[in-house]
């Protein structure tokens, strides 16, 4: 059964860098299409970035695109969401999820796997 467990959320003040981790366990990476999605407070969960199980391509919500960088390591079976230059509006708990075989969809009914989620909090 395929596990996922993130890590590297916190408290950082807006044009700061965070770093999230995404371990996979009871699978590969290199199988997987990974994503990462994002909820904020009375919203709803929307898609941030992923990366086909193939390695390319990777794919970007708008808002995020030039700040964000989704990576996979194939050795550690770890994916990463390298944040820079966070904003207040990307204050969410970012959830890590996997499709066996997957385009990387943006649509999160696509994904069997998740997360519990990491809290990212952007003070301005």
């Known amino acids: 059964q395929v596990q996922l467990v993130e890590s590297g959320g916190g408290l950082v003040q807006a044009g700061a860098s965070l770093r999230l981790a995404c371990v996979l366990s009871?699978?590969?990476?290199?199988?997987?299409?990974m994503a990462w999605f994002r909820q904020a407070p009375g919203k709803e969960r929307e898609f941030v970035a992923s990366?086909?199980?193939?390695?390319?391509?990777?794919t970007y919500t708008e808002s995020v695109k030039g700040r964000f960088t989704i990576s996979r390591d194939i050795a550690k079976n770890i994916v990463y969401l390298q944040m820079d230059s966070l904003k207040p509006e990307d204050t969410a708990v970012y959830y890590c999820?996997?499709?066996?075989w997957g385009s990387g969809t943006r649509n999160f009914n696509a994904y069997n796997y998740w997360g519990q989620g990491t809290q990212v909090i952007v003070s301005s």
């Open positions: 990366i086909k199980w193939s390695g390319i391509p990777t």
């Open positions: 999820s996997a499709e066996r």
């Open positions: 009871g699978g590969t990476v290199d199988t997987h299409a």
